[in-house]
């Protein structure tokens, strides 16, 4: 039996702020997790592509207001810091 991933151990190494921010991140972070695990059966960040980020960017939060997008933006840049990668994306 496998455990599920805990993303609040995954980030804790690059979350920084308060505690209302750093909740923030992770409520986030959990529901990009779950969008993606649903919509591309990626269930870890470590499996994830840039595409998949970018999917949840712009279908996602397309309904949206721009300061949502520009929080999860912020998520999301924790998330790509987190995973080493170099991704830039429009938002």
């Known amino acids: ?3 599920p991933f805990d993303m609040g151990l ?3 190494a690059v ?3 308060s505690h209302a921010t750093r909740q923030r991140h992770l409520r ?3 529901i990009i997790q779950a ?3 649903e919509s591309w059966q990626r269930k870890t960040p470590w499996s994830w592509q840039r595409k998949h980020v970018a999917w949840f ?5 397309d309904a949206h207001s721009a300061a949502t997008r520009y929080h999860y933006a ?3 840049c924790l998330l790509v810091r987190r995973l080493q ?3 830039i994306f429009n938002v």
């Open 1 to 3: 039996m496998s455990k």
């Open 10 to 12: 995954f980030l804790s």
């Open 15 to 17: 979350l920084k702020g």
């Open 28 to 30: 986030q972070a959990t």
């Open 35 to 37: 969008e993606i695990a």
């Open 57 to 61: 960017l712009e279908h996602c939060l």
């Open 74 to 76: 912020m998520t999301v």
């Open 85 to 87: 990668k170099s991704w």
